[in-house]
């Protein structure tokens, strides 16, 4: 016997049993099962006829085939580009996690650069005047940092 063959044998026992005159309380008891389950198949049996499980349907996907294959085109054209990136620019109203899903079941992975962007000269400049600013405040560690690239 199955495990849904398992289930419907003990379903008719409870509205048998409910049948024979026995209470609730007494049918859990006997069978073993919590008093709502046995008031659920009586009102279910009741009601319907019936002591299959309702029908569970899936959780409908928050993105369209189309938006999805736009996540991938975005991915396949910027090999390099995050998630986060891909739902600012096609302004998608979806989490990260759901642009990384759709991409990975695309078989598509996030790629990390070979080598780091070199600092453009507005970051160096800015990285100075933050370095001179805290001058009072540990300046000399900061400037340690900055000088091996840390900061």
Request: proline share 3%.
């Amino acid at each position: 016997m199955n495990h849904h063959d398992q289930h419907i044998s003990e379903r008719s026992r409870i509205v048998a049993l409910h049948d024979e005159g026995l209470s609730n309380r007494a049918i859990a008891g006997r069978l073993g099962v919590s008093l709502p389950t046995v008031r659920k198949w009586i009102r279910r049996w009741q009601e319907t006829g019936n002591l299959n499980d309702l029908e569970r349907r899936p959780r409908s996907r928050v993105t369209s085939r189309e938006e999805d294959e736009r996540i991938i085109q975005a991915a396949v054209a910027q090999p390099f580009i995050n998630a986060a990136a891909i739902t600012t620019d096609l302004g998608l109203e979806v989490s990260n996690t759901t642009v990384r899903r759709r991409l990975h079941a695309a078989g598509l992975h996030h790629r990390v650069p070979a080598m780091k962007e070199h600092l453009t000269d507005v970051h160096r400049n800015t990285r100075v005047i933050l370095m001179q600013q805290w001058t009072g405040f540990g300046g000399r560690l900061l400037a340690r940092l900055f000088n091996a690239g840390v900061c």
